[in-house]
């Protein structure tokens, strides 16, 4: 079974710090990508940054990074000065090649002016 | 470019009544698919069609119905509404980026009420 586990339903940072939001996943595949997505007030889901499993390097788009240990199964998001813009719910997801995306439950961040 | 539109933003229906959610996406995607979104359950995968004319279930395919006449086209149904289908909708579509990664897009996304 896949599986995607967020274990911080809600988090908090104060704008300009830098805030950690973890994820945990399960699947017998070997080959997969992981992914973060954004959901801002307006509903909207917004993809954020992608990592392929095949690639040991971490992904980073702008102010924002993965850590991906491929091991122990885990894919955390890293958001540098945070921004009132910021403040979201944030879900991990992964598929397996195929189009399906398999969702954790979300973190809601919120920055702190 | 328009990406994928949902329509109606939001709709209250009777228990027993039926309606159409609809989904049209303008990137010639040939992977369609809608979620639902509950709280603390993050998004659930309803049906998905991977071509015109090819549909399949997913997680949660109970009380819905699709069909995929158009490659743009992927309608929503609900046969007879019930109050455990209160929930935000979701439509996507996908492409295969260089890597090989299925990247999905959303659509806005439609909050369904029924009473």
């Known amino acids: 079974a896949q599986t995607v586990t967020q274990s911080q339903p809600e988090m908090s940072v104060q704008e300009a710090e830098t805030v950690t939001l973890s994820c945990t996943y399960d699947t017998s595949e070997n080959n997969y990508y992981l992914f973060w997505y954004k959901q801002p007030p307006s509903r909207q889901m917004i993809l954020v940054i992608r990592q392929e499993a ?34 979201a719910m944030y879900f991990c ?21 | 470019n328009a990406g994928v ?30 979620y639902r979104q509950d709280p603390g359950m993050g998004l659930r995968l309803i049906h998905y069609s991977v071509g015109a004319g090819i549909t399949d279930q997913g ?38 980026s260089a890597s090989g990664a299925n990247v999905l897009t959303f659509g806005a996304g439609s909050r369904l009420t029924v009473l």
């Open chain 2, 59 to 96: 997680e949660v395919p109970n009380g819905y119905n699709v069909s995929r006449s158009t490659t743009e086209d992927f309608p929503l149904r609900l046969l007879s509404a019930a109050p455990s289908q209160t929930s935000v909708y979701f439509c996507a579509s996908s492409y295969s």
């Open chain 1, 54 to 87: 095949y690639k040991q390097q971490n992904a980073t788009e702008n102010r924002f990074s993965v850590n991906f240990q491929k091991a122990a199964k885990s894919f955390s998001l890293k958001i540098s000065d945070s921004q009132l813009g910021d403040t």
């Open chain 2, 5 to 34: 539109t949902q329509t109606p933003k939001f709709q209250v229906l009777k228990t027993g009544q039926s309606m159409t959610l609809q989904c049209a996406q303008d990137m010639n995607h040939e992977y369609m698919s809608w």
């Open chain 1, 93 to 113: 997801a992964f598929n397996t090649g195929a189009n399906n995306l398999f969702f954790g439950t979300g973190t809601r961040l919120t920055v702190i002016p």
